[in-house]
T-cell receptor, first 113, second 114 residues
Framework: ETGVTQSPTHLIKTRGQQVTLRCSSQ?????VSWYQQALGQGPQFIFQ???????GRGNFPPRFSGLQFPNYSSELNVNALELDDSALYLC????????????FGPGTRLTVT | AQSVTQLGSHVSVSEGALVLLRCNYS??????LFWYVQYPNQGLQLLLK??????LVKGINGFEAEFKKSETSFHLTKPSAHMSDAAEYFC????????????FGAGTRLFVKA
């Protein structure tokens, strides 16, 4: 069974640029959620994708957007990067109709300068 | 609305001592509760989950947690700490549905002294 993978591992961008982060979900899972984890804090829910559609989002602006593909992999796009976007971005895969447990990837560390 | 409070941002124990990490939750519906562990520069690993079955939940690496509805608590314990348990621990709550809008606590850093 293949676990959740994310790419790239690390990324450095300049304020105002755009970034795309990628996630491959665990085999058998149809749902992907994205989280932002700032240094020293717990993860914050960004949004969830189910059956290639956004299922709802947390308190993040529209410049955070995403996609889910037919193979259930997913992308997180962030436009007009701000310094406060510097964080660890975590992808979690799950099965929508099972009890809420999620399996996390290793994360992408984004630094905005 | 749901929320999670982890009491104590840092906990220090001696190797072999009891580990107790505290978590209190708030939820207007029956919650699904989780504990995750995070090692430095890594993602989160699921330790255990409560999904309305047995109130005492056993997880990996010798950890367990007890769901107490009257106290709205879900504390994590391990009888004997090991050096390898040193990590950040997060309590989380959601309503199922693939983990939609999971709320995480702020985390508790566990230190284990030799």
């Amino acid at each position: 069974e293949t676990g959740v993978t994310q790419s790239p591992t690390h990324l450095i961008k300049t304020r105002g640029q755009q970034v795309t982060l990628r996630c491959s979900s665990q085999s058998g899972h149809n749902t992907v959620s994205w989280y932002q984890q700032a240094l020293g804090q717990g993860p914050q829910f960004i949004f969830q994708y189910y059956r290639e559609e956004e299922n709802g989002r947390g308190n993040f602006p529209p410049r955070f957007s995403g996609l889910q593909f037919p193979n259930y992999s997913s992308e997180l796009n962030v436009n007009a990067l701000e310094l406060d976007d510097s964080a660890l971005y975590l992808c979690a895969s799950s099965s929508y109709r099972q009890g809420g447990e999620q399996y996390f990837g290793p994360g992408t560390r984004l630094t905005v300068t | 609305a749901q929320s999670v409070t982890q009491l104590g941002s840092h906990v220090s124990v001696s190797e072999g001592a009891l580990v107790l990490l505290r978590c209190n939750y708030s939820s207007s519906v029956p919650p699904y509760l989780f504990w995750y562990v995070q090692y430095p520069n890594q993602g989160l690993q699921l330790l255990l989950k409560y999904t309305s079955a047995a109130t005492l939940v056993k997880g990996i690496n010798g950890f367990e947690a007890e769901f107490k509805k009257s106290e709205t608590s879900f504390h994590l314990t391990k009888p004997s700490a090991h050096m390898s348990d040193a990590a950040e621990y997060f309590c989380a709550v959601n309503r199922g549905t693939g983990g939609f809008k999971t709320i995480f606590g702020a985390g508790t850093r566990l230190f284990v002294k030799a």
